[in-house]
């Protein structure tokens, strides 16, 4: 009796027989290190594309964000699954009222002394507001230190030469004494930046070209308390 062979299929699939492939083993760790790498790319292009972004971070985030960076430590990636939700932050409710309109009500030189030096971001200490007020009753006198709306005879921005122009208002006034000591007086705006004495402010008001006299050097400068007094409404636009 001869041997019986199996009948070749000649390609076909062998009727009753049905071949499986062997299923496909990936290792975990793969996937894992995919999806970090695939989240860290999404976080970075979500960051690429954002719209809502400041156009320019300031000096206090950059350095922020340089010494965040300084103590991560180097090659650790954060992943952060996308259900988490930032908890609410509740911050307690705070009120402040207008500098300026504050010091406009009161309306008194010494109010328009600390409106120059809140204008310039100089410090509104009392060496500061008493120079002022010493430098403005030089110019005008207490009882009309409003004078033409100009209480240091300023020539910048008030349209007249030598100090002899105006200005619709005080507080516009207190901004161009403020920006006319910013550009053209750094001896002053360093005194006042520092909070000097207000001798040592006044002696760097004589040595500049604010007066071409420059107060004789001092000798037409009076130290005695300055009286307080307050301007009509009208003078600070009211």
Not at 25 to 52: E, F, K, M, Q, Y
Request: a neutral charge; proline letters at 8%.
């Amino acid at each position: 009796m001869q041997p019986q062979y199996p009948t070749p299929t000649h390609g076909r699939r062998s009727a009753g027989r049905r071949v499986t492939a062997p299923p496909l083993v990936v290792r975990r760790s793969i996937i894992d290190r995919v999806g970090v790498g695939v989240t860290a790319l999404a976080l970075v292009a979500g960051l690429s594309i954002s719209p809502a972004g400041p156009a320019q971070a300031s000096p206090a985030q950059v350095l922020a964000t340089a010494q965040q960076q300084q103590q991560r430590p180097a090659g650790q990636i954060y992943v952060v699954d996308a259900d988490v939700v930032a908890p609410a932050i509740v911050r307690d409710g705070m009120a402040a009222s207008d500098g300026v309109q504050t010091l406009t009500n009161n309306g008194t030189n010494a109010d328009w002394a600390r409106l120059v030096l809140m204008d310039g971001a100089w410090p509104t200490t009392d060496e500061n507001i008493t120079v002022l007020l010493r430098w403005m009753r030089q110019e005008n006198g207490p009882p009309d230190w409003w004078n033409r709306n100009n209480p240091l005879n300023n020539g910048y921005g008030s349209g007249g030469g030598a100090g002899l122009g105006s200005y619709d208002n005080l507080q516009d006034a207190a901004q161009y004494a403020a920006a006319n000591l910013h550009r053209g007086y750094p001896g002053i705006s360093a005194a006042l930046a520092a909070s000097s004495s207000a001798d040592v402010t006044a002696a760097a008001i004589w040595a500049s070209p604010w007066a071409t006299s420059h107060y004789a050097n001092g000798a037409h400068w009076s130290t005695a308390p300055v009286k307080i007094v307050k301007a009509p409404a009208s003078a600070w636009g009211g």
